[in-house]
Each structure stands twice: as C-alpha cells, then as structure tokens.
C-alpha cells in the first residue's frame, strides 16, 4: 500500500533532484517549495558544506566519522568523499528511518569502510554501544560527528542541546561536530508555511534562530569561521566571508 505520510527523507531527495519520492512526498515537497523556492538551492548549499567540512575535517587527521540523521544516499555521500580524500577512513550512517537504512546497507554492499543502521540521536549513548558502530568505530580515539540538517527535526521536548552534551561525554579529545540547521532568520510568513508543510511529514521541521543554534553547541569551541551560513562556510583561514546565498541554513564546525 502507498504510504499516506509525507517521509521528510524522500522529500529532502526530492529537492536535490533524486527520483526517490512517491506522490504523497512530492505533494508535501512542493508546498514546501511554493512557500520557499529557494529550498532547492538551501539543500545544494548544505550538501555543499558536507564536502567542504569532510574534506577539512580529513584533513585534520579525522579518519573515522559517525553522520547521524544520514537521510537517502544521493551524490556525494560521505564514503564517497572519504575515498578521494582519505582512502580507508570509515563512516558509520546513522538514520531513524528503516527506509533510509535499507537503501543505504544496499548501497553499501561490498564496501568495508562504511555501513549504515537504525539509530536515533536522541538515544546517543545506546548507538555508541551498538557492536556494529564498534566495529568501525574506535571511541578512545576522535571522530568525526556529523550532525547535518537533522536537529532542526527534535523538537525542544526532545532538549537537542543535550546530543551534543552527551557526544561530548561519549567521543575522546580531539573530536570535532559539524552542525547544520534550518535558519529561523527568514521572514515569519517563509519560517511558518515550512514549519507547517512539514507538519503532517513523518518528522516535524524546527527552525531556529542564530542565537538557538549557538545554544545547541553550548560547551564546545566554535571553529572558524564560527557559525555561518552554510554557502559560506569554508575552513579558509583567509578567505574573505563569502555570499550568504540562500541563508536558510546555519553550518559550523567545533570541538568536542
Ligand atoms: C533533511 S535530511 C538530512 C540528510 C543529510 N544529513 C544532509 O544534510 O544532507 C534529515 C534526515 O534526518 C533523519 N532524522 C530525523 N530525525 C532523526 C532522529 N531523531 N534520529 C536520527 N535521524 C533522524 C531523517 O530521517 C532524515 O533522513
């Protein structure tokens, strides 16, 4: 039978273009998009971060990575990036979506430095245990914690900013979080008719101002450029700060 709920990670595969979505998702899709065209583009500027901090984070001298709220595999995931930039690093996916599993562990197969399993991250510290996360994934030593465009899907009664408190707990010195986030910072009306095509989805959308993100990565050192929007980020040092673009999401990149 058709699914009747809107899947926030069909819907995210259909703005970057990807042919995962079923009517139910395109519908949800396109309300999002009459309120905000430029979610398309927000959605190529966010996977835009993802190489550039990857890469940066590399190298750093990262070699292992946990990428939590992982969504659809699409181009350019994280194990692709690695094996260009840091060949026999590893990635474990981290999704809540039985759907987004599946069709990662497919795309997965054959490969020995990535796998992908059902976890939330909420439940931090129940993932970390997992003996298959463990098999990749050397918690004595840092990681590499990605967090992309997945808080702005827990809810304040879910208390977000204690995932990265309880990272903080779980990861060794040296680990660094890369976070990006939908960006209240648009007029009500766009913020509002996001929040509201996404209320029937299968997770709930939650955009934050700047000062609310800050407050999610309280206890850890902000890497430069500090928190900016996502088009913007670049780990640089030099680099002039660059065109906001679409400024729907935040991104930054910090310490443990
Ligand atoms: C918008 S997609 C982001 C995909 C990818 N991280 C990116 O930024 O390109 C959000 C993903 O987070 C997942 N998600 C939402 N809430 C979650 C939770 N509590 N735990 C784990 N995954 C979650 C959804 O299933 C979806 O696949």
Not at 175 to 190: D, F, I, M, N, Y
Request: glycine share 8%; with cysteine; proline share 6%.
């Amino acid at each position: 039978m058709e699914p009747s709920t809107p899947n926030v990670a069909r819907m995210y595969d259909y703005y970057l273009g990807g042919d995962e979505a079923l009517p139910v998702d395109r519908e949800a899709a396109e309300l999002v998009l009459a309120t905000a065209p430029q979610v398309r583009t927000a959605v190529a500027e966010n996977r835009g971060f993802l190489e550039r901090v990857v890469t940066h984070m590399a190298a750093q001298g990262i070699d292992q990575f946990l990428d939590i709220g992982s969504g659809l595999p699409t181009q350019r995931n994280v194990h692709q990036i690695l094996a260009e930039v840091s060949p026999g690093a590893r990635v474990v996916y981290v999704d809540y979506d039985p759907v987004v599993v599946e069709r990662s562990i497919h795309l997965l197969a054959g490969i020995d430095t990535a796998d992908c399993m059902l976890g939330d991250v909420r439940k931090l510290s129940a993932l970390c245990d997992e003996p298959r996360v463990s098999e990749l994934i050397n918690f004595d030593r840092p990681v590499g914690v990605l967090l992309l465009a997945v808080l702005n899907f827990v809810g304040d009664e879910d208390n977000p900013a204690e995932v990265v408190s309880e990272l903080r707990r779980l990861t060794a010195p040296g680990s660094l979080v890369a976070l990006s986030h939908g960006a209240r910072e648009q007029s009500l009306s766009t913020s509002r008719g996001i929040e509201h095509a996404y209320r029937r989805a299968s997770g709930q959308a939650v955009l934050r101002t700047r000062t609310e993100v800050l407050r999610l990565l309280d206890g850890c050192e902000i890497l430069p450029p500090g928190l900016v929007y996502g088009a913007q980020w670049t780990a640089e040092p030099s680099a002039p700060m660059g065109d906001p673009g679409t400024a729907m999401t935040f991104a930054a990149l910090a310490r443990l």
